[in-house]
């Protein structure tokens, strides 16, 4: 999400200005009252507000560089303030979703969209890392880059095993593990070291989105 804190100099003035004088409103009487608001909190917006008003006046009309770096510095210093006050006490409840949006604050969205599933697996290849190590390098499809995941996409699934016979359906494959960085992985025992391993991956998302389908069954040799 964009930053909601006006950056053009006039706009940042009448936003930062209004916000003050609404939480000064809502915190001296106006129903409902905001009561959760340290006057010492309060005041340091507005001091932060007048220290940004007068920097800025300096630099409507014919101005030096200097007023010009004041100007900014005192802006930023008032947004490094702005944005844990925003966090701390314009939040639900009390303050409500009409008050952000009359302060030009945005609603965080109380129903996100779903994440969509991604429609096919992982593309994958096997490398071989070293005595009883295989590494698996994932990616977004075909022309993906190295370590490249749909949208929403957390970790990829890796399921392996070792089998004399060709593995060829995913479900027969009895381990798993979570790879959240592309180079994965997977260490063998000594006595495993010649014979062959089978992969296959799923892209998973949170626990409310599930998995992917499978990707392609793939093997390679033990070193």
Known sequence: MADYV????AEFDDWFKFMNQYVTLKCTGAAPEWTHIPPAARTIQT?????WYTAYGRTTGPHTQ???AAKNAAKQAAKAL???FVNQYLRFPPVTNEDRLAMKIPNH?????????PGRGP?????????GMLGIIYRNGETGKKGSKPRGVVAVRVYYGVSDEPVTDQERLPASQKATKCGHVTRFRAADRGKRAYFACKWEL???DGESPWSEIQSEIIP
């Open 6 to 9: 006006p950056d053009n100099d």
């Open 109 to 117: 969205d109380s129903h996100p969209s779903p994440i969509p599933v």
């Open 66 to 68: 200097v007023d010009t």
């Open 47 to 51: 001091d932060a507000y007048a220290a």
């Open 206 to 208: 949170s626990k409310e």
């Open 123 to 131: 593309v994958f290849s096997i490398v071989q890392m070293g005595p």
């Open 82 to 84: 702005i944005h844990p």
